[in-house]
């Protein structure tokens, strides 16, 4: 209801920006028609010096704990190459739009960012219903995602980038680990959405294949700040270890009454894979304490190029803020895009494409090489452990960056799932 | 029997914060015929109130007990002010207060994430409200979170005072009148303005306190409000307009219902089944659990 009156606005807006850019258009003829003949696809606008991207998060609602920090990374990347000169001699523009937490919103973003600026590439989402309502509006448009989070797997667009990890990048490794040290009977816990549920699938399926009992499975909506039952059912299962897929702020909720519950790390561990760092920050040390997060990056990361990141962001938003996995994945993705486009060296989404496979990168995590098959990245997987700074402390890592795999063809009990 | 202790008891803490969040609005709404949309941002401004405090007071103890009085100072200064500055010339068309609060709502949300940005805040709960006590102990111990059981006093002490106030203050005695005559008050020497402004500064104060409640359940955000809203409205509606008692019951049986059904499917089943008992019930009380008997014809 109260979405209607902005709607109506936004479309006038829309339509009154359209009409400007094909006045413009056909005044000046700058334009470059980016992506060869076909009349369904993107224009670039590439003109001047300067070339512009989308930035695509949510800047408020229930995601914005998560995705502010995205859009923070992204625009230090920019910040960076714009300092050494910028991408095929042009200076990266961004254009900022806020999702809002809200898919439909998502979407008609994204067709506003590819529509009427223009934009050579888009990075952003975090949630997968984003994801899945934006996917569509890219693929239509011939328009390139570069899409930073962790993710269920199972997809797989000719216009999307995934630089997050897929399921046997994370999520399985998780369960690899839970398994290594004991713990047999598994609560799980999720947002109600697309991520949590088909991630639930693929562990219920692993835990049939591995000798593991699931408990109980429960979802509340996103956003959903009333956790008590939850809470109680998770403690009367006597379960070894809870599988946590909750989103956004939901988590403070969740963890404020796991701790009333009188559950904590030490008698049953919460393994989470959408809070990291920041997230860490905001709900507060006392309740997270020694749970367990499964990722490919943590701000305590070694190596040279994590340091720089490290220091680089501090410098730019404040020395409190920490780093996460998908800032991290955020972050490398603007410089693979800009390797792909300068191998390529155009901007065409096509030809960007046919680039990518091979590309690497000196990311914080790690080197990175994109597998042009399935446009995702090699990443390694890492568990850690919430310390009491606030920080996390890597307990566990896969050793070297593990190929990604996101139908799971390489496992035989996930046949079926997709 | 664990379970179903610990579950009615979770459906009794449910139920203190349902109460909460409706008292205030059962005397806007339910005495005063005002449907005030924007209730649920009294609310919030109560939660931020409590974390403006926290920034600037150290204890975190200290600053929740701070910020039940200020709170609702707050929420109910700002309930005056729209009282004085729009609702009081909306009196005898009580749907139009529907839309116009409904904007002053959007306007409060906009200017809490003007003030305090679009991202959920949180505020930390004192050390002596994160443990649990054990009720009882053993194999399968039954255990309350303190939390809760702050939410359950403040309920209660909120419900008493107010009942306390309508039955036995001279104040109560003329928002009674009011509420049962205008005109007849009115005549009889009752400065019915000042009483609706004042009524309207304690329900609305009493939102601040439901609110400074709720950061000890979750975070605190601009849209807080509009989630609460409507379990406010359904709890007073099923209630009986302008029924107290009506109010407090309803409250800890949708509470206990919802959390039992929680307990045995899954949050969306449990709220569908909630709602659907509510239809049900309104076939066959449309006028709620209790009804005003008064002696007017209409």
Not at chain 1, 317 to 322: C, F, R, S, V
Not at chain 2, 186 to 210: K, M, Q
Request: hydrophobic share 45%.
């Amino acid at each position: 209801m109260s979405s209607v009156p902005s709607i109506h606005r936004r479309r006038l807006l829309a339509g009154t920006a359209a009409l400007a850019a094909v006045v413009a258009l056909s005044a000046c003829g700058a334009k470059t028609d980016a992506a060869d003949s076909s009349d369904k696809a993107a224009k670039i606008d590439a003109s001047g010096d300067t070339v512009k991207v989308g930035l695509l998060n949510s800047l408020s609602g229930t995601m914005a704990i998560s995705e502010v920090t995205v859009r923070n990374s992204l625009l230090l990347a920019i910040q960076e190459i714009n300092a050494k000169g910028g991408v095929l001699g042009k200076k990266i523009k961004p254009i900022s739009e806020d999702g809002a937490s809200d898919w439909p919103t998502f979407a008609e973003k994204a067709t506003k960012l590819i529509k009427e600026d223009g934009v050579a590439a888009t990075f952003g989402c975090w949630t997968s219903a984003s994801r899945k309502a934006v996917k569509p509006v890219f693929e239509k448009n011939k328009s390139l995602l570069f899409y930073p989070v962790q993710y269920e797997g199972l997809e797989e667009s000719p216009y999307i980038f995934y630089t997050g990890a897929t399921t046997n990048q994370q999520i399985i490794p998780a369960l690899d680990y839970l398994k290594s040290q004991g713990k047999k009977k598994l609560y799980l816990v999720g947002s109600d959405y697309v991520f949590p549920r088909t991630a639930n699938k693929e562990i219920k399926a692993y835990a049939k294949a591995n000798g593991m009992t699931i408990l109980g499975e429960d979802y509340a909506p996103l956003g959903s700040t009333e956790f008590s039952t939850i809470a109680n059912k998770v403690k009367a299962s006597k379960a070894d270890a809870v599988f946590n897929t909750l989103n956004g702020d939901s988590n403070v909720a969740f963890f404020k009454e796991y701790k009333s519950a009188g559950l904590s790390a030490a008698t049953m561990p919460v393994v989470s894979v959408s809070i990291a760092e920041e997230e860490v920050k905001s709900i507060g040390t006392q309740y997270l304490e020694g749970q367990l997060t499964a990722w490919n990056y943590y701000q305590t990361t070694p190596g040279a190029a994590n340091t720089t990141f490290v220091k680089a962001y501090k410098a730019k938003y404040g020395a409190d803020k920490p780093t996460s996995d998908p800032m991290e994945a955020a972050y490398t993705s603007v410089y693979l895009w800009k390797a792909m486009v300068e191998k390529a060296k155009s901007f065409d989404p096509e030809k960007v494409k046919a680039a990518s496979d091979g590309i690497t990168f000196d990311a914080p995590e790690g080197l990175v090489t994109v597998d042009g098959a399935s446009q995702h990245i090699y990443k390694t997987a890492r568990i850690g452990k919430i310390g009491s700074d606030g920080l996390i402390e890597q307990v566990w890592d896969s050793g070297k960056p593990i190929k990604p795999d996101p139908f799971l063809k390489g496992y035989s009990w996930a046949s079926g799932l997709s | 029997m664990t379970v179903i202790l610990g579950q009615t008891f979770t459906g009794i803490s449910i139920g203190a914060v349902l109460l909460l969040i409706a008292l205030g609005l059962s005397l806007t709404f339910g005495q005063m015929n005002v449907i005030n949309m924007a209730h649920g941002e009294f609310i919030m401004a109560g939660a931020y109130t409590t974390y403006v405090l926290q920034k600037s007071i150290s204890g975190a103890g200290i600053s929740l007990l701070v910020a039940l009085p200020v709170a609702f100072l707050v929420s109910g200064a700002l309930g005056a002010l729209l009282e004085w500055l729009l609702i009081r010339r909306l009196y005898l068309r009580p749907l139009d207060t529907l839309l116009v609060t409904w904007g002053v709502s959007l306007m409060l949300q906009q200017l809490a994430r003007d003030i305090f940005g679009a991202p959920n805040v949180q505020t930390r709960a004192p050390d002596w409200l994160t443990g649990n006590i054990t009720l009882i102990g053993g194999d399968d111990p039954l255990t309350v979170a303190n939390s809760r059981l702050f939410i359950l006093g403040l309920a209660v002490a909120a419900v008493v005072a107010l009942s306390l106030t309508l039955r036995l203050t001279p104040l109560g005695r003329r928002i009674r009148a009011v509420v049962q005559s205008r005109d007849l008050a009115e005549v009889s020497g009752i400065s019915t303005s000042r009483v609706d402004r004042t009524a309207f500064f304690i329900g609305s104060g009493l939102a601040g306190v439901a609110g400074v409640a709720l950061t000890l359940v979750g975070p605190i955000g601009p849209t807080m409000g509009t989630n609460v809203i409507i379990d406010a409205f359904l709890v007073i509606v099923v209630g009986g307009i302008g029924q107290l008692r009506g109010t407090v019951i309803v409250a800890f049986v949708l509470g206990v219902l919802q959390s039992v059904l929680e307990y045995s499917t899954t949050v969306s089943v449990a709220k569908v089944l909630v709602l659907v008992a509510i239809v049900a019930f309104l076939q066959w009380r449309p006028q709620g659990l209790y009804t005003l008997r008064t002696r007017s014809l209409v």
